[in-house]
């Protein structure tokens, strides 16, 4: 399912998803304090959005969004098209009573199916340590040598800022 969130968030939620507050874009007069800055990815808005359903009893959600972030660099502002995955809950559910918990490998195969439709498929995955990710469970998504992603399970720390108790994988 596809979601859209907000392009502009509190510094709070941004800090919250790991993001380094000196490369915020910052909004110079805010309407709110959920509104002082540009997303530098789309974490933080994905975060919210599983929580919001996680509240309404929710609990099994495949999303995506693609949307524009923002970042400053060198003293230039610039934005870039992204693309965000989730998974949460239960993969898979059969009548029979059987189940299997979303996991790593069930984002994994999900990336790989979207870049093999793009005509990619010499996406290289290698371990990576991300401030939001888990140790464990992180990976660089690599094509042609061209870092152009990271996956991995959320931070026990980061889902508790946005007050999620479910384990969340991320791309």
């Known amino acids: 399912v596809e979601i859209i969130t907000y392009s502009l968030l509190s510094r709070r939620a941004a800090t919250s998803a790991g993001e380094p507050v000196d490369a915020l874009v910052s909004v110079a007069n805010p309407l709110t304090s959920e509104q002082e800055a540009m997303r530098l990815d789309l974490i933080p ?8 359903n996680l509240n309404r009893k929710t609990k099994d959600l495949k999303i995506f969004e693609i949307g524009n972030v923002y970042f400053k660099r060198d003293g230039k502002f610039g934005e870039r098209k992204s693309l965000s995955v989730a998974v949460t809950g239960q993969s898979f559910t059969s009548w029979a009573g059987g189940n299997r918990q979303a ?3 069930e984002l994994k195969g999900i990336v790989e199916a979207m870049l093999a439709e793009l005509g990619i498929y010499a996406a290289e995955f290698s371990r990576a340590k991300e401030s939001c990710f888990s140790a464990a469970e992180c990976a660089r998504i690599s094509v042609a040598g061209e870092p152009i992603g990271v996956i991995g399970k959320v931070l026990a720390k980061v889902l508790r800022a946005f007050d999620i108790k479910d384990k969340v994988y991320l791309a």
Do not use: S, T, V
Request: glycine share 10%; no cysteine.
């Open 45 to 52: 808005g994905m975060l919210e959005a599983i929580r919001w």
């Open 103 to 105: 996991d790593f490998f």
